[in-house]
């Protein structure tokens, strides 16, 4: 089942029926170890209706909730750090994160930063070369239990950090840094190894760079670095969690005003955001 932040309440999608839950917190509705048992039981007292309940949706996010992310959880993440640090000499820091039992785990945003499906994602304007970067996000409760998945656009300047790895939170942290949604993929079973993430960007309405990629390509496990982002810090309301990108665009791209990102993840749907 899916359950989608909208301006009018939350809105649980289950087969071809929408079903509208009114006056609840969203941070407290999904901060819940047993949050798919509860809305299956709400599909049976609530009416069901049509998808035009999710017309204005809002980021899955809470007021309360941070977003982390990881990164170097992919080979061919590793391999582009690489290349954009090369001329700095931190090359070999993305090497051995690649490799060592502890991964990189970072912050990446408040609430106020992030958006939703449809909105407007940015990039700095000290910043030369920037990319999306595509990641399955999970949606953590406080007691670390991966109770769903949505998309997210972990939006990223590659020459900052590329210039030195000690400038990542400038590289990776500002207004409309992040994207995630449409909604949360809510189950109790991992998601399929095979499941695919994809990446399209278009330009003027012609494609400019697409690729796609299994999450079995993933190095960690989503468990792994759920329990290394909760050692020693406590999220009351739960969080979010951007597990890496394995799409990574040449150093002959970077984005531009207009350019429109589209990413799409098996089972949960597709992210549409536009540069500012």
């Known amino acids: 089942m899916k359950l ?21 917190n969203w941070e407290s509705f999904i901060n819940d170890d047993d949050l798919l048992k509860k809305i299956e039981r709400l599909t ?9 309940l999710i017309n204005e949706t809002l980021a899955p996010v809470g007021s309360n909730q941070e977003l982390w ?17 090369k001329s700095s000499g931190g090359a070999d820091f993305y090497a051995k994160v690649y490799e060592a039992a502890r991964p990189e785990v970072f912050f990446k945003s408040t609430p106020h930063r992030i958006v939703g499906d449809g909105a407007k994602v940015n990039i700095r304007k000290d910043s030369t070369w920037d990319v999306p970067e595509p990641e399955l996000t999970l949606v953590v409760t406080s ?5 769903g998945y949505t998309i997210g656009n972990d939006m990223s300047s590659r020459s900052i950090e590329g210039e030195n790895p000690l400038y990542l939170p400038q590289a990776k942290t500002y207004d409309a840094c992040a994207a995630v949604g449409p909604c949360v993929f809510v189950t109790e079973q991992p998601l399929d190894s095979n499941t695919a993430i994809a990446l399209e960007i278009k330009r003027n309405g012609a494609v400019v760079f697409s690729d796609t990629i299994a999450i079995s390509q993933m190095k960690r496990t989503p468990q792994e670095l759920v329990g290394y982002v909760f050692k020693e810090c406590s ?16 150093s002959d791209f970077t984005l531009q005003s207009g350019d429109k990102i589209s ?14």
């Open 4 to 24: 989608y932040n909208t301006k009018d309440g939350i809105v649980i999608n289950k087969d071809i029926f929408f079903y509208l839950v009114k006056d609840e």
């Open 44 to 52: 049976t007292t609530l009416s069901p209706a049509t998808n035009e």
């Open 69 to 85: 992310a990881c990164g170097v959880t992919y080979l061919r993440s590793k391999v582009g750090r690489q290349e954009e640090s």
């Open 143 to 147: 007691s670390g239990k991966i109770i």
């Open 235 to 250: 999220f009351p309301y739960g969080c979010l969690i951007m597990t890496g990108t394995g799409i990574v665009p040449g």
């Open 263 to 276: 990413i799409s993840i098996e089972g949960i749907g597709m992210l549409v955001n536009t540069v500012k």
